[in-house]
């Protein structure tokens, strides 16, 4: 059992890491960091403890993400383009099982024909979860993107119900066309009459709650997240598909007039959030997953003599050029058909052709239905269990490698300069307001947040050039103000509680860098010396407190530490930046160095201190909800003058109301900071 647990949290804590990873090196794709941490664990023996169990993968991890996929799907984007999702779900499912199954036999005629089939209807439906993982880095047409999301939404109905076709083949000896189209269609329809049923319950029960106001949100959520499952298991129960009516109850709970009423806004936010965090871990665990199955299916076949291992490398590459060599055939005639009813050249559907046979990827959908297969044929076959796991890992690679030649990638054009208006607005009231306020320290505490959020705007508006010099040099006066805090924390010239309120100066600096255009490599090592820094100074300041070996200085007076630590740390810092005249853009040093001439003049009349003490612990929501209400005020102006557009004026709202939310929490906590002032009287 500990076993088991300590395997579960070495897994959650990959899924962590390798978010952060892609964080870090946004050019790697999350999925393949993934994958690559599945086959890690795999190699650890996670996949002796961690089995992917193929009936409870589709209902738990692929039927709510599919579910949230029909939630989300734009219904008119598919329906528009119905013809080319309907070939893809269908025929091209259907010959890809032939095609495939009749080239892998013929590499291994040991393996009956009809298994060869079942391995094609593994590989046959392209992976919802990983064309949405690769699609999100390029900036696919929106036909494109509508005719992949109605595919996804349903091929894996189509892939697993051939799948099945061939097992019964392979057990029973027979197979029948009319027989098989009859339980197609009974399948299909039965399943999206179970998903109607579904959706039509669960508004029964919200309805009945509404009318004996008995209206909950957390109610609501968990009725939402139970929806997928029960669609599942009650089609599959009754032999239709199961994956059809859980894409069936997923579009149906997403129909429907929109309320506006409080609660429903306040279902949406939460709904919203719980999905979001629920369907990152889901796509993750389905990488991980992959990754623990390939290590776990890979090295039995290639560690056995009875295998070549030329013979298996050859298969593999040509199944999976089969794979999208099918793909781009079918779509080609049915476009060069198109083209002819249109008389168009054919020419200008080359683009679409291509993103869409390099976007038929498969993922861990084709290897959770290799493993339904019967444990008898299992056991007898695992070579066609390797061969579903070996095609799809190449298939995505292919596409990860591919379709960065031929799809845009995504192009942000950052405009700010509205948004930096409005900012600038909002300052510039507030410092009028503040001349003749009582409470002035917290006007100056929202003007930094302000100026802040400003000067992140003008940044990201740079080059990359000048942004990454920029961030360089403030990643070099981090360094500089670290050396200069451990350095008078070591020679016991500070006390505990300034330490604790210079780290979180030296924190707001963090904030200020772009990660991105940062060398993130020394950003990260920056940060992890500054975190080990952090934790071996509290073990020392715990060991003199316990062992009394040296008295620490416990009782001092922070304002003056901060002023004669900044002015220490400033001389450091304008030597520094004046050595780099030449190699770095001279602006860019001539404004580094006026800024901190101007804030140790703040520093100087103790106007800088407070502004550090009360971002420690701020008591400013009234001048923050004053420079919130003056933002909507100036957005909503500018909107109506032309100056933004309605999206980007929708988005300044939705940061604002973040901000106000999170602004108004009042259960933050400041145990330590209270333990150190209630310490030091």
């Known amino acids: 059992m500990i076993h088991t647990v300590f395997y579960v949290i070495i897994f959650f804590a990959a899924l962590i890491t390798s978010n952060v990873i892609n964080k870090v090196f946004p050019k790697l794709p999350l999925p393949l960091i993934q994958v690559v941490f599945g086959l890690i664990l795999g190699v650890l023996g996670a996949g002796n403890v961690l089995r992917l169990n193929p009936e409870l993968f589709l209902a738990f991890i692929i039927g709510p993400l599919l579910f949230r996929e029909g939630e989300e799907a734009d219904i008119k984007g598919i329906l528009k383009h119905t013809p080319t999702v309907t070939l893809l779900v269908f025929p091209v499912v259907f010959i890809t099982t032939l095609v495939v199954g009749v080239i892998s036999h013929s590499f291994y005629t040991s393996i009956p024909l009809a298994a060869s089939f079942a391995l094609g209807a593994s590989l046959g439906p392209t992976d919802a979860v990983a064309v949405g993982s690769l699609s999100e880095r390029f900036d696919f047409p929106k036909r494109t993107i509508a005719i992949l999301k109605g595919e996804g939404l349903f091929n894996d109905a189509s892939g697993i119900i051939a799948f099945q076709f061939a097992i019964l083949a392979l057990t029973t000896g027979e197979f029948s066309l009319g027989r098989a189209s009859t339980s197609l269609l009974f399948s299909a329809i039965g399943g999206a009459l179970i998903g109607f049923s579904v959706s039509w319950l669960n508004r029964l029960i919200l309805t009945l709650m509404e009318d004996v106001a008995a209206q909950d949100v957390t109610g609501y959520l968990m009725l939402e997240l139970i929806m997928p499952l029960l669609a599942f298991f009650l089609a599959e129960e009754l032999h239709v598909s199961g994956i059809i009516a859980v894409v069936v109850a997923g579009v149906m709970q997403a129909s429907g007039f929109k309320k506006i009423t409080l609660f429903d806004a306040q279902v949406e936010n939460v709904t919203k959030t719980v999905w979001d965090t629920i369907s990152f871990i889901l796509n993750s665990i389905v990488f991980l997953f992959l990754g623990i199955e390939l290590e776990q299916i890979i090295t039995p076949i290639i560690t056995n003599a009875y295998y070549d291992n030329g013979r298996l490398l050859v298969t593999v590459i040509v199944l999976t050029i089969t794979l999208f060599l099918v793909r781009y055939i079918v779509l080609s005639v049915y476009y060069a058909i198109i083209a002819k009813k249109r008389r168009q050249k054919f020419s200008r559907y080359v683009d679409d052709i291509l993103l869409l046979t390099f976007s038929g990827v498969k993922g861990t959908v084709s290897v959770a239905t290799i493993l339904l297969l019967p444990a008898a044929i299992s056991q007898k076959y695992s070579l066609l269990i390797f061969l579903s796991a070996s095609v799809t890992v190449l298939s995505f690679l292919a596409g990860i490698l591919i379709l960065p030649i031929i799809a845009p990638k995504k192009e942000e054009k950052v405009d700010n300069v509205a948004r930096i208006a409005i900012l600038t607005s909002v300052v510039t009231q507030l410092e009028k307001e503040s001349a003749n306020n009582k409470n002035r320290l917290g006007y100056?505490?929202?003007?930094?947040?302000?100026?802040?959020?400003?000067?992140?705007?003008?940044?990201?508006?740079?080059?990359?050039?000048?942004?990454?010099?920029?961030?360089?040099?403030?990643?070099?006066?981090?360094?500089?103000?670290?050396?200069?805090?451990?350095?008078?924390?070591?020679?016991?010239?500070?006390?505990?509680?300034?330490?604790?309120?210079?780290?979180?100066?030296?924190?707001?600096?963090?904030?200020?860098?772009?990660?991105?255009?940062?060398?993130?490599?020394?950003?990260?090592?920056?940060?992890?010396?500054?975190?080990?820094?952090?934790?071996?100074?509290?073990?020392?300041?715990?060991?003199?407190?316990?062992?009394?070996?040296?008295?620490?200085?416990?009782?001092?007076?922070?304002?003056?530490?901060?002023?004669?630590?900044?002015?220490?740390?400033?001389?450091?810092?304008?030597?520094?930046?004046?050595?780099?005249?030449?190699?770095?853009?001279?602006?860019?040093?001539?404004?580094?160095?006026?800024?901190?001439?101007?804030?140790?003049?703040?520093?100087?009349?103790?106007?800088?201190?407070?502004?550090?003490?009360?971002?420690?612990?701020?008591?400013?929501?009234?001048?923050?909800?004053?420079?919130?209400?003056?933002?909507?005020?100036?957005?909503?102006?500018?909107?109506?003058?032309?100056?933004?557009?309605?999206?980007?004026?929708?988005?300044?709202?939705?940061?604002?109301?973040?901000?106000?939310?999170?602004?108004?929490?009042?259960?933050?906590?400041?145990?330590?900071?209270?333990?150190?002032?209630?310490?030091?009287k």
């Open 444 to 680: 100056i505490a929202t003007i930094d947040n302000y100026q802040a959020r400003i000067q992140k705007l003008i940044i990201s508006q740079e080059s990359a050039k000048m942004t990454a010099e920029f961030n360089d040099l403030q990643l070099l006066i981090l360094r500089l103000e670290n050396e200069g805090l451990e350095n008078a924390f070591r020679n016991n010239e500070i006390t505990m509680k300034t330490y604790r309120i210079y780290q979180r100066y030296l924190k707001e600096l963090e904030r200020s860098i772009v990660h991105r255009f940062v060398s993130s490599l020394a950003f990260a090592i920056a940060i992890f010396l500054r975190a080990i820094r952090l934790v071996l100074s509290n073990m020392l300041h715990i060991n003199i407190a316990f062992r009394g070996k040296k008295i620490r200085k416990l009782i001092g007076d922070s304002r003056t530490e901060i002023r004669e630590l900044y002015f220490s740390n400033t001389t450091l810092i304008m030597e520094a930046l004046e050595s780099l005249e030449g190699v770095y853009n001279t602006e860019l040093i001539n404004y580094l160095q006026s800024e901190r001439l101007r804030t140790s003049e703040q520093v100087a009349s103790g106007g800088f201190i407070n502004r550090i003490i009360t971002k420690v612990r701020p008591n400013n929501l009234d001048e923050m909800m004053r420079g919130y209400y003056l933002e909507r005020k100036l957005i909503f102006e500018y909107e109506a003058k032309g100056d933004l557009t309605a999206r980007e004026a929708q988005m300044m709202r939705k940061n604002v109301n973040a901000l106000e939310n999170y602004s108004m929490n009042d259960q933050h906590s400041n145990l330590l900071y209270d333990f150190l002032e209630y310490k030091t």
